[in-house]
């Protein structure tokens, strides 16, 4: 089984309260310790990524991107996969996307459904979507993100709208990033296919959002911020012992 195929594998057959959970590391150091934990899998961030490079989210340029992806690959076993948060695909046309993200040794990734701030047209969205598609065959596990709850569109309905059109566009998984926890019954009834949510260090367990309609789980920046506030706390107390 290619690492791909063995990377769909983990999102199939799920029972409900057993998610799969998808680590986000930042940099290679962070890929180690989560692979060492036993994760069988990871997921990279954009905004963990962009914080580490020095930048705000969403201003990485594509180079430093694909290069600090390609570090993560290098710095975990051969036999882990790991996605790619590679944001909107960087205006980039789907065939130099897809050799772009293979190049790096990912085998899969998030594609966004949003650009400066506003949601993109659906339907053309699912046309690009369909064309990285057919461009990556099999080799890409593709993660199809809809913006419509971080754009402010409350109502799960269109959502679950727009994650029709990115399923039959060939999407692999949707990730319907910032939906409520109670939108989920509704998401995962509406949405054929694996279901990505995140996790909030205040929001349900993380087999409580299986049992919601999760199928997997992800953390944006979260664990990278939680790291810096532990660090943050150290540094502190080097300070006052100086």
Known sequence: MSLVDEFRSLHQGRAPGDPLVLPGPWDAASARVFEEAGFPALATPSAGVAASLGYADGEVP???????????????????????????????????????????????????????????????????????????????????RVDTFVRGVADPARAVERA????????????????????????????????????????????????????????????LVRTTAALREIAGGLRGTA
Do not use: H
């Open 62 to 144: 594509p180079d430093e991107m694909f290069a600090a992806v390609a570090r993560i690959v290098r710095s975990v076993s051969a036999s882990v996969p790991v996605s790619a948060d590679i944001e909107d695909g960087y205006g980039l046309a789907p065939k130099e996307l897809v050799e772009r993200l293979l190049e790096t040794g990912a085998v899969g990734c998030n594609l966004e459904d949003s650009s400066g701030g506003a949601l993109k047209d659906p339907r053309e969205q699912a046309d690009w979507l369909a064309e990285v598609r057919s461009v990556a065959g099999d080799r890409v596990f593709v993660n199809a």
């Open 164 to 223: 029709r059109l990115y399923v039959a566009a060939g999407a692999d998984c949707v990730y319907p990033i910032f939906a409520p926890p109670e939108a989920l019954p509704r998401l995962r009834a509406g949405i054929e296919g694996p279901v990505n949510v995140g996790a909030k260090p205040d929001g349900p367990s993380l087999s409580d959002l299986g049992r919601l309609g999760a199928t997997r789980i992800t953390f944006g920046p979260g664990l």
